[in-house]
Nanobody
Framework: QVQFVESGGGLVQPGGSLRLSCTVSGGIFRLYEMGWYRHAPGKERERVASVTFGGTPTYGDFVKGRFTISRERNTLYLQMSALNSEETAVYYC????????WGQGTQVTVSS
């Protein structure tokens, strides 16, 4: 049974940086195409970025070069910079091919 544990969120100032981590247990992580998602109150969950098992990244249009997704062993990362208030949301990780049960997510709040 695959489980996701997200961490690294917190309160940051506009323009700041944050590095999110997602630790994956169970399953065969190295064979999954993985993604970061975010969900803000009153809005639909959206995909922020994804990366294939071979390391090829894909980003949402709003990222505009500010984020970098990567994976290493059992951990998925999202390095974020130039954060603005629109990034305020709970961030989750999951696989792209058939979603698994969501983890608890990690809260990112961008505020001055």
């Amino acid at each position: 049974q695959v489980q996701f544990v997200e961490s690294g969120g917190g309160l940051v100032q506009p323009g700041g940086s944050l590095r999110l981590s997602c630790t994956v247990s169970g399953g065969i992580f190295r064979l999954y195409e993985m993604g970061w998602y975010r969900h803000a109150p009153g809005k639909e969950r959206e995909r922020v970025a994804s990366v294939t098992f071979g390391g090829t990244p894909t980003y949402g249009d709003f990222v505009k070069g500010r984020f970098t997704i990567s994976r290493e062993r059992n951990t998925l990362y999202l390095q974020m910079s130039a954060l603005n208030s629109e990034e305020t949301a709970v961030y989750y990780c999951n696989r792209l091919s058939n979603l698994l049960p969501w983890g608890q997510g990690t809260q990112v709040t961008v505020s001055s």
